[in-house]
Nanobody, 127 residues
């Protein structure tokens, strides 16, 4: 089993930055693709960013709405994945979730490809 705990959310003004962390325990996530998703108020959960497992192919991939502003990264020594969010906009307000696949799965923008999920962290961007 993999347990994922997100942190780093909060209230920030438009144009500001936050860094979300997703700390994993139970198993290493270095051999798992990781993703960030978000659920805005009254909307379905949507894809934000994904990163391949260490040694996997492919560059990090982003939703068009966050491309150029958000950066996903991983620190295998800490078993942690990050989402650096710059240039935040009010429409980025949502609960942000991290997710992990089974070992050696390809990274994906689809929720169904992820097996483990965190509880989420709230990000609120004021105008």
């Amino acid at each position: 089993q993999v347990q994922l705990v997100e942190s780093g959310g909060g209230l920030v003004q438009a144009g500001g930055s936050l860094r979300l962390s997703c700390a994993a325990s139970g198993r290493t996530v270095s051999n798992r693709a990781m993703g960030w998703f978000r659920r805005a108020p009254g909307k379905e959960r949507t894809f934000v960013a994904r990163i391949s497992w260490s040694g996997g192919s492919g560059s990090p991939y982003y939703a068009d709405s966050v491309k150029g502003r958000f950066t996903i990264s991983r620190d295998n020594a800490k078993n942690t994945v990050y989402l650096q969010m710059n240039g935040l906009k009010p429409e980025d307000t949502a609960v942000y979730y991290c997710a992990a696949t089974k070992p050696y799965y390809s990274s994906s923008a689809h929720e169904d490809d992820y097996t483990y999920w965190g509880q989420g962290t709230q990000v609120t961007v004021s105008s």
